[in-house]
């Protein structure tokens, strides 16, 4: 029913910055919240930044708020991550997903590697 592919991953010095995109298809009319999440080798799944379709109300983590943006387009159907002052902490696979009522979807991954 619904899409969703992420780009804007890559290699990135510490200090540097990387926005990434997730682009939806699909009926998103019933998606509320959109959020970033990430993956690093041996550690669970976290949250980086979520938001809420309607209103654009942000929440962050303290590991990622200050440095970390979330935003999206409704009219793209298309949710953003600004990533400014990478740490090589904050390599990991980053997925997004979009949550309905009951279940949600998710995107294929976009690598992130923070190395000099």
């Known amino acids: 029913q619904v899409q969703l592919v992420e780009s804007g991953g890559g290699l990135v010095q510490p200090g540097g910055s990387l926005r990434l995109s997730c682009a939806a298809s699909?009926?998103?009319?019933?998606?509320?919240?959109m959020g970033w999440y990430r993956q690093a080798p041996g550690k669970q799944r976290e949250l980086v930044a979520s938001?809420?379709?309607?209103?654009?109300?942000?929440t962050y983590p303290d590991s990622v708020k200050g440095r970390f943006t979330i935003s999206r387009d409704n009219a793209k159907n298309t949710a953003y991550l600004q990533m400014n002052s990478l740490k090589a902490e904050d390599t990991a696979v980053y997925y997004c997903?979009?949550?309905?009522?009951?279940?949600?979807?998710w995107g294929q991954g976009t690598q992130v590697t923070v190395s000099s």
């Open positions: 997903k979009f949550s309905v009522p009951g279940s949600g979807y």
């Open positions: 699909g009926d998103i009319s019933r998606v509320f919240l």
């Open positions: 938001i809420t379709r309607s209103s654009g109300m942000a």
